[in-house]
């Protein structure tokens, strides 16, 4: 029976989506400038096994104010960001001010 599971899932998300702000192509470069650390998820769904690791990882954050959390399945802000999804941006406004956690570079950061 998968209905505890999906319960679950849905509690997850509904108690993390105060963790987490939905990033849209109108809001993405105000988001990003939001905070000192701004932690971005872009994936192809919101409901997706990566969105759903995200939200997981944004609720152990809930109340540091260091850190902002957004995600995105919008393709606009996907494609504004230069990312393929899943991936996971930090926007910092210090040392490295982006750095990218998608599939891609991990692949070529690897092969160096």
């Known amino acids: 029976m998968r209905f505890p599971c999906i319960a679950a899932w849905a509690l997850l ?4 989506s105060a963790a987490v702000t939905e990033v849209t192509t109108a809001n993405h470069d105000e988001f990003k400038a939001a905070n000192n650390v701004v ?6 769904s919101s409901t997706d ?3 759903v690791a995200f939200f997981q990882a944004a609720e152990r954050y809930l109340d540091d104010d260091h850190f902002r959390f ?14 393929t999804p899943p991936a996971v941006v930090i926007y910092r406004k ?4 982006c750095v990218d ?5 991990f692949i070529r950061g690897s092969s160096s």
């Open 13 to 16: 998300l509904r108690s993390a």
């Open 70 to 83: 957004g995600l995105t399945a919008d393709e606009a802000a996907t494609a504004a960001a230069g990312v």
């Open 101 to 105: 956690f998608s599939k891609a570079n």
């Open 94 to 97: 210090f040392d490295e001010p």
């Open 49 to 51: 096994a990566s969105a």
């Open 39 to 44: 932690v971005i998820a872009y994936t192809s």
